[in-house]
């Protein structure tokens, strides 16, 4: 059965901090990895990685695969309290994306 | 240009009753997913939608869901003889082809059975 494990599952953090978030994953027919960052109800989309090694980057996020490893991390520095949210990790096998249960993050001023 | 856009944002209704979700995807995609998220967990994928047809429905929990798609655009999920275990928020996706393309998530409905 595919599995997506996320960890920490909760972490708090003060503004300015630097947050890692971990995803490992065990599935048939990997294509690619997704990030999304779930503020009340809707993913928004962050990144997508198909490849190991070459990190994705977006302003104060950043995200790299490792798929000999099996796992990916997701980074956001100088953490806002914007960033307060739960980070979802995602497996693609296509069609369907079989999800992580999330890192709910929390930014204090 | 306009997301994926789901309704009712809210539905609350008695065990046993019929209710229906809508999804609206992003204007040109064709593939269209349907997932569930219960409290603390990920979405669960549900059903997948190549055009007009299902093209993987093997998530649906049991007979009691079903969805349509007829004109290849809006979806409707339905969900007969509500139960408590189905409370849920809702989540249709969209995308512009299926494959490792990304998923665009609309806000979803939160379905809550009394």
């Known amino acids: 059965e595919d599995k997506v494990v996320q960890s920490p599952l909760s972490l708090v953090v003060h503004e300015g901090d630097t947050v890692t978030l971990n995803c490992s994953y065990e599935?048939?027919?990997?294509?690619?990895l997704l990030w999304y960052k779930q503020e009340k109800k809707a993913p928004t989309f962050l990144f997508m990685l198909?490849?190991?090694?070459i990190e994705k980057k977006s302003g104060r996020l950043s995200s790299i695969l490792d798929k000999k490893e099996l796992f990916s991390i997701l980074n956001i520095t100088a953490t806002q309290t914007g960033d307060s949210a739960i980070y979802l990790c995602?497996?693609?096998?296509?069609?369907?994306?079989?999800f992580g249960k999330g890192t709910l993050l929390t930014v204090n001023p | 240009g306009a997301g994926v856009s789901q309704t009712p944002s809210n539905k609350v209704t008695e065990k046993g009753k019929y209710v229906e979700l809508r999804c609206d995807p992003i204007?040109?995609?064709?593939?269209l997913y349907w997932y569930r998220q219960s409290l603390g967990q990920g979405p669960e994928f549900l059903i997948y939608?190549?055009?007009?047809?299902?093209?993987?429905d093997s998530g649906l929990p049991n007979d009691r869901f079903f969805a349509v798609r007829p004109e290849g655009s809006v979806s409707t999920l339905k969900i007969q003889r509500t139960e408590r275990g189905d409370s849920a928020v809702y989540l249709c996706?969209?995308?512009?082809?299926?494959?490792?393309?990304?998923?665009?998530f609309g806000p979803g409905t939160r379905l809550t059975v009394l």
């Open positions: 996706a969209s995308s512009f082809l299926a494959g490792p393309d990304t998923q665009y």
């Open positions: 599935v048939t027919n990997f294509r690619s």
């Open positions: 198909t490849s190991s090694g």
């Open positions: 995602a497996v693609a096998h296509p069609p369907r994306l079989t």
């Open positions: 204007s040109g995609h064709t593939a």
């Open positions: 939608f190549q055009g007009t047809g299902a093209a993987d």
